[in-house]
């Protein structure tokens, strides 16, 4: 495995590489070359070569990626065989959604459990993960340490619940609130999720229709 | 104006720009260099003045560019201003969310209505929108023709969906769906939500924290 800086372009390709190769591989595709690779994705094939050369050697000149194996590749680089563990904070609408519609098993995730603040909701289950009152989740977390935390969370409380799960060991937070987080502590990571980008990407699309073809 | 064909890769970084300048002119931020806004954002300051060249001259040289002024003229470039409006397809716990808390208003969008299924939700508003019977749903497109449908309905559902509504006019689908939409129309476009991208970007981040530093 060489060692160099991987930019930020290739980390947010990476998982749909990892999306593109899962669906071909469940259609029973067993081989396939940068370029048909590349025409499926909009990106060139020697984009594709360049981007996998960071993390090693993949395919052979002319015969192109094994499916499955590039999958699986990918996959362990993306750390999807690394069995984290995560939290929901908050089970409102937008995490009760997640909870019963989103396979974090399919990307090695395991969901803990989740926490709220409704007396309502404490108790029940979403799709067999228990909604523990938020009063356990600093104990919970100290005894169990999971990897990642899933913020669902009104914006008020998003950077103090943040500031507090990170000073428990909490390393990733996949933040729905849109509150820009930010902590001083190193090895910890915000995916901020902008519903807003794809919305305008998708307003720019109908504004200009005859660019696009 | 310039005409060219803007690649897929400019016209994602535009709701970005568009988002950080928002920001800064919230912030009452006057002007900025391509410099400070490259760095604030990760990318160099000649993808800024290369990326914005498509669309015309923005700036000047030495001065930098006028925030207010850069963030409209991005807006109107993203359709910001062109007074469109969408409904929801599914007011499920998804649906119930983003009619909650997604600031559609800001980004020029106007909801008209949503649509949903179930009895118990059929009459009832959500942040002022009101859900109606999906039986409805032919009758009032063809009346109101909105311009985008969120679709926020279950996967076996939502190819026929969009179908129907392609037939009826709609020219955008903001696809919670997970399924991959398509269609032989032209001028329709798919903008799919893949939340499954940004946990596998947080667990590859996890998984390598050296590198990122």
């Known amino acids: 495995m060489k060692k160099q800086k991987v930019s930020d372009a290739v980390i947010h390709r990476l998982p749909r590489y990892y999306r593109y190769l899962d669906e071909l591989h469940n259609k029973g595709v067993v081989r396939i070359s940068s370029n048909s690779l590349g025409q ?7 984009q594709i070569r360049q981007d996998l050369s960071c993390f090693g050697e993949f395919g052979q000149q002319g015969y192109g990626y094994n499916v499955a194996e590039l999958r699986s590749e990918i996959g362990h680089i993306l750390g999807i065989d690394s069995g984290y563990r ?14 019963q519609n989103f396979d974090f098993q399919k990307v090695g995730f395991q969901v803990d459990t989740a926490f709220d603040v409704s007396p309502a909701l404490i108790g ?4 067999d993960v228990t909604i523990r009152p938020m009063e356990e989740l600093e104990h919970y977390v100290e005894e169990y340490h999971p990897n990642v935390a899933v913020l669902t969370v009104p914006q008020s409380v998003a950077q103090p619940l943040a500031d507090r799960l990170i000073a428990l ?3 990733g937070f996949w933040n729905f609130t849109n509150v820009e ?4 502590t190193k090895g910890v990571f915000f ?5 807003v980008d794809t919305l305008l990407t998708l307003s720019y699309r109908i504004s200009r229709p005859e660019e696009l073809y």
């Open 86 to 99: 995560l939290i929901v904070v908050g089970a409102g609408h937008l995490g009760h959604a997640l909870l």
């Open 40 to 46: 499926k994705m909009d990106i060139t094939a020697s």
């Open 191 to 195: 995916e901020d999720i902008h519903f």
């Open 124 to 127: 029940t289950k979403i799709h």
């Open 181 to 184: 987080l930010s902590t001083q």
């Open 169 to 171: 060991g909490v390393k």
